[in-house]
């Protein structure tokens, strides 16, 4: 096991433990991303994903905020991608330019080939990903234990939405076409994704993250009738899978964060969903998630990201609305953005 330097600022792990705490952990989530001139030096001339497979650029982006900032944020998370599951799996996935991430040959039916291909492939998520596990264990040097380290991955329903989309969608017209014409194919998929996430995360812990975070970020394309058939059952397969992988690693577990963007019909379920921390988006009121969590799971979030291109004034306004409704902070509340910064 890899010997760390001691953790000098556990505020966030104590908050997400349930104590009290004398004022509220903050960190942002892409608060390591291209708003920052020193991310565009390290970058260089190396597209996003090859960023991602370089465990020496990757723990540069992700203590890059740390640096920055120092002593006003309260974790790193580290600099990767939820789509690095799809490409363990065996799919191409680039970024391009201006547009995002794009899969050159997405699902496009159970019979198409692709699919048996996928789901019948062993993957090994300890060989393919390893360059991640490098980059925590690097970042987790890195920090000196200035604050803790998130790990992440992509919820099972986002990562089948781009497989089959093929990148971003306004409509969502091919994930619908799955869930709804072929039901039973997408919870064979579903749960092969789940599987590789919860093991993908174990990695992650043993490479050095002391948190992670689960994004369920299409979320809200579900109904809550599907969302309880297509996206919950597999978000309870990890936090359930994930403790019992890390004692079989003879590791201990680690807090478990959901954010299932746009979900808000969801938080009571998400709630007793054994994730002791769970994200909210911008458009649930704090005070009233506050009553529906009624102490069972640490809230996180929840500023409208759009609020960044306002004034100071603005932006000074809405923390301290967003404190009050949050019950001052002091207790069961991680300050964040309702969704990823998305400055230019």
Excluded at 88 to 95: D, L
Excluded at 119 to 138: C, F, G, K
Excluded at 266 to 279: H, I, K, P, R
Excluded at 316 to 336: C, L, P
């Amino acid at each position: 096991m890899t010997e760390f330097a001691p953790l000098k600022n556990d505020l966030l792990l104590r908050t997400v433990r349930g104590e009290r705490v004398e004022r509220p952990p903050i960190w942002v989530m892409r608060q390591a991303g291209r708003y920052l001139p020193e991310y565009h030096e390290a970058k260089g001339s190396h597209d996003f994903f090859a960023c991602c497979r370089s465990p020496e650029i990757s723990s540069t982006l992700t203590v890059q905020p740390i640096d920055r900032y120092d002593g006003l944020i309260d974790a790193a998370i580290i600099f990767s991608d939820i789509l690095v599951i799809p490409q363990a799996m065996g799919m191409a996935v680039e970024m391009l330019e201006g547009k995002g991430p794009h899969f050159p040959n997405p699902l496009r039916s159970p019979a198409d080939g692709q699919y048996e291909e996928i789901l019948s492939r062993q993957v090994d998520v300890e060989e393919e990903l390893n360059y991640v596990y490098q980059a925590i264990t690097m970042t987790r040097h890195k920090l000196k234990g200035r604050v803790p380290l998130f790990g992440f991955c992509g919820a099972p329903w986002t990562l089948l939405c781009y497989m089959v989309e093929g990148g971003g969608s306004k409509m969502f017209v091919q994930s619908k076409t799955w869930i709804y014409k072929y039901p039973e194919e997408s919870k064979k998929m579903l749960h092969k994704i789940a599987q590789l996430c919860a093991q993908y995360l174990a990695w992650q812990v043993k490479a050095g993250a002391q948190i992670i975070q689960v994004f369920d970020s299409w979320a809200a394309e579900l109904s809550p009738s599907t969302f309880k058939t297509f996206s919950l059952p597999y978000l309870r397969y990890i936090s359930k899978d994930l403790p019992q992988i890390l004692r079989t690693m003879k590791l201990e577990p680690v807090p478990m964060v959901v954010f299932a963007k746009g979900a808000w019909y969801a938080l009571d379920e998400l709630c007793e969903s054994e994730y002791q921390a769970v994200g909210l988006d911008w458009l649930q009121d704090p005070a009233q998630a506050m009553k529906v969590a009624n102490d069972r799971v640490v809230l996180q979030g929840n500023m409208d990201p759009g609020v960044l291109y306002g004034s100071k004034e603005a932006i000074s306004a809405e923390v301290q609305d967003m404190v009050r409704g949050f019950g001052g902070g002091k207790h069961g509340w991680i300050a964040n953005l309702g969704h990823g910064e998305h400055l230019p």
